[in-house]
Nanobody
């Protein structure tokens, strides 16, 4: 069974930065395109960034130029570097495969951007 463990969230002031990490176990990580998703209170879960098996990346317009997704196939980890954070980035952040998000969702990591 695939396990996803997200970490690195917290409270940060507007303009600040956070680095999220997702550890994946129970599958051959290298076979999958991966993505970060987020869900803000009262909203649907949305795709934030994705990275293919070969390292090609793509971002939601709302985070383009501020967020960077990366993967470490040796460590079965996908990361999300988030810079210039705004209150609109406040959400629970999750990782999963892409495009379908077929694995059971992890607990996510809360990101709160507030002064």
């Amino acid at each position: 069974q695939v396990q996803l463990v997200e970490s690195g969230g917290g409270l940060v002031q507007p303009g600040g930065s956070l680095s999220l990490s997702c550890a994946v176990s129970g599958t051959f990580f290298n076979d999958y395109n991966m993505a970060w998703y987020r869900q803000a209170p009262g909203k649907q879960r949305e795709l934030v960034a994705r990275i293919t098996r070969g390292g090609y990346t793509n971002y939601a317009d709302s985070v383009k130029g501020r967020f960077t997704i990366s993967r470490d196939n040796a460590k079965n980890t996908v990361r999300l570097q988030m810079n210039s954070l705004t209150p609109e980035d406040t959400a629970v952040y999750y990782c999963n495969n892409w495009p379908a998000g077929t694995w059971d969702w992890g607990q996510g990591t809360q990101v709160t951007v507030s002064s």
